[in-house]
């Protein structure tokens, strides 16, 4: 069994429409929390459980909460879905039971719904920034061809994807999404300083990371660059500014267009990805597709 936290004030207890499992995580009232409707709860905490997220959420930093959908299929067999509208391939989830899953995942505290879709906006380190700002959110795992489009509508559902390809299922990209999130929570990150040249991060102007470097200073017949091992921190700075711009301009072209605009006034600062972070604040635009 993990470790609950010693002392995180009083603990928030949820109903539940069948007995909680012995080895679920305590949940801390009032750390922000992850909701996971998925046909797969065994899949979770899975790499989250490890390193700084593990500890963190072993800590009571953030909460884990998994919704089994299959508890809320219809019949005897607990059908959660069925063929799609119109013909084709494939299954497509059912709106009533996703429906009545949701409405479950809200109880006492609703949170953002988001459903990890590969025709969703791309996930960017903005978005996880405002997410870890807030109180959690809510996560749907797809399976099959998908969520009837009407649940999603009548729930108001963002829809984001972690890249241009098809996953069996959104349980790889939930967890992904919570990684990004999580470690951005004050205190989970051993060292808070580290958020601050990553790459995309507002500390290095939204561009890609320099390159790093450790011992030993030379290896099969590499050398560190000599100005990392001089001393002078300015010039430290000065050579990782460059080589994160050399960096973005060749790899993401797409980043350094947007940072040379944002560098005039006159344009869209958000679009380079490195405003403040009051910005993130303001309401996150709707997809239109949906």
Same mark, same amino acid.
């Given at each position: 069994? @993990? +470790?609950?936290?010693? @002392?995180?004030?009083?603990?928030?207890?949820?109903?539940?429409?069948? =007995?909680?499992?012995?080895?679920?995580?305590?949940?801390?009232?009032?750390? #922000?929390?992850?909701?996971?409707?998925?046909?797969?709860?065994?899949?979770?905490?899975?790499?989250? $459980?490890?390193?700084?997220?593990?500890?963190?959420?072993?800590?009571?930093?953030?909460?884990?909460?998994?919704?089994?959908?299959?508890?809320?299929?219809?019949?005897?067999?607990?059908?959660? +879905?069925?063929?799609?509208?119109?013909?084709?391939?494939?299954?497509?989830?059912?709106?009533?039971?996703?429906?009545?899953?949701?409405?479950?995942?809200?109880?006492?505290?609703?949170?953002?719904?988001?459903?990890? @879709? =590969?025709?969703?906006?791309?996930?960017?380190?903005?978005?996880?920034?405002?997410?870890?700002?807030?109180?959690?959110?809510?996560?749907?795992?797809?399976?099959?061809?998908?969520? &009837?489009?009407?649940?999603?509508?009548?729930?108001?559902?963002?829809?984001?994807?972690?890249?241009?390809?098809?996953?069996?299922?959104?349980?790889?990209?939930?967890?992904?999404?919570?990684?990004?999130?999580?470690?951005?929570?004050?205190?989970?990150?051993?060292?808070?300083?580290?958020?601050?040249?990553? @790459?995309?991060?507002?500390?290095?102007?939204?561009?890609?990371?320099?390159?790093?470097?450790?011992?030993?200073?030379?290896? &099969?017949?590499?050398?560190?660059? =000599?100005?990392?091992?001089?001393?002078?921190?300015?010039?430290?700075?000065? #050579?990782?500014?460059?080589?994160?711009?050399?960096?973005?301009?060749?790899?993401?072209?797409?980043?350094?267009?947007?940072?040379?605009? $944002?560098?005039?006034?006159?344009?869209?600062?958000?679009?380079?990805?490195?405003? &403040?972070?009051?910005?993130?604040?303001?309401?996150?635009?709707? &997809?239109?597709?949906?």
């Amino acid at each position: 069994m @993990s +470790d609950a936290p010693k @002392s995180h004030g009083r603990l928030s207890i949820r109903p539940s429409i069948k =007995p909680r499992e012995l080895m679920a995580e305590p949940q801390v009232l009032g750390a #922000w929390t992850a909701r996971i409707i998925t046909l797969f709860p065994e899949a979770f905490p899975g790499i989250l $459980g490890l390193s700084l997220t593990g500890k963190a959420l072993a800590q009571g930093l953030w909460n884990l909460e998994t919704i089994p959908l299959r508890d809320f299929g219809a019949g005897r067999h607990r059908n959660v +879905d069925d063929t799609p509208a119109g013909g084709g391939a494939g299954m497509v989830i059912r709106a009533d039971v996703m429906d009545a899953a949701l409405r479950h995942a809200a109880g006492n505290r609703p949170l953002p719904v988001i459903y990890m @879709s =590969p025709r969703g906006k791309p996930l960017t380190q903005a978005r996880a920034r405002a997410l870890a700002e807030g109180p959690g959110v809510s996560l749907i795992c797809g399976r099959f061809e998908g969520v &009837d489009q009407r649940v999603l509508d009548a729930h108001d559902v963002e829809e984001i994807s972690i890249g241009d390809y098809v996953l069996t299922g959104g349980e790889i990209a939930a967890q992904v999404l919570i990684d990004a999130t999580v470690r951005l929570i004050p205190r989970v990150l051993g060292n808070q300083d580290s958020l601050a040249e990553e @790459s995309f991060s507002i500390g290095n102007r939204g561009l890609l990371e320099a390159p790093q470097f450790t011992k030993p200073a030379l290896w &099969d017949g590499r050398e560190i660059p =000599p100005v990392l091992l001089g001393g002078n921190h300015a010039a430290i700075a000065d #050579w990782r500014a460059r080589e994160a711009e050399r960096l973005t301009k060749q790899r993401r072209p797409d980043l350094w267009r947007a940072y040379q605009d $944002g560098m005039d006034p006159a344009k869209d600062r958000q679009r380079s990805g490195a405003s &403040d972070q009051s910005r993130n604040h303001r309401e996150h635009d709707k &997809d239109p597709q949906r």
